[in-house]
């Protein structure tokens, strides 16, 4: 099991940017996938990025070009750079771990949360 915090979320304008951090104890953080989802005002939470043991990403299409999901395995951090926010990106971010060393979009394969970070993006 991983205990996951996140922090970096705030309030910004269209166009600014956000890192996002998440801080996980455990001392085999670097053997898990890990993840980035957003909630909006839905009861589904959206896969956003994905980052392997081995450093391979995924992305859904609506954010690829602007964010990059990386890990510091050293720090036992996995990050969400954001740019051109835009505010459809408006929702909480949930970092999320797997037991798997592989790259993974599908949320029943996470099996660790921490407890989200707001991110608001104004027009």
């Known amino acids: 099991q991983v205990q996951l915090r996140e922090s970096g979320g705030g309030l910004v304008q269209a166009g600014d940017s956000l890192r996002l951090s998440c801080a996980a104890s455990?001392?085999?953080?670097?053997?898990?996938?890990m993840g980035w989802f957003r909630q909006a005002t839905g009861p589904e939470r959206e896969f956003v990025a994905g980052?392997?043991?081995?450093?391979?990403?995924v992305y859904v299409d609506s954010v690829k070009g602007r964010f990059t999901i990386s890990r510091d395995n050293a720090k036992n951090t996995v990050y969400l750079q954001m740019n051109s926010l835009k505010p459809e990106d408006t929702a909480i971010y949930y970092c999320?771990?797997?037991?798997?060393?592989?790259?993974?979009?599908?949320?029943?394969?996470?099996?660790?949360w921490g407890q989200g970070t707001q991110v608001t993006v104004s027009s």
């Open positions: 980052i392997s043991r081995s450093g391979d990403t």
């Open positions: 999320a771990a797997a037991d798997t060393p592989i790259l993974t979009s599908r949320r029943y394969e996470y099996d660790d």
């Open positions: 455990g001392r085999t953080f670097w053997n898990y996938a």
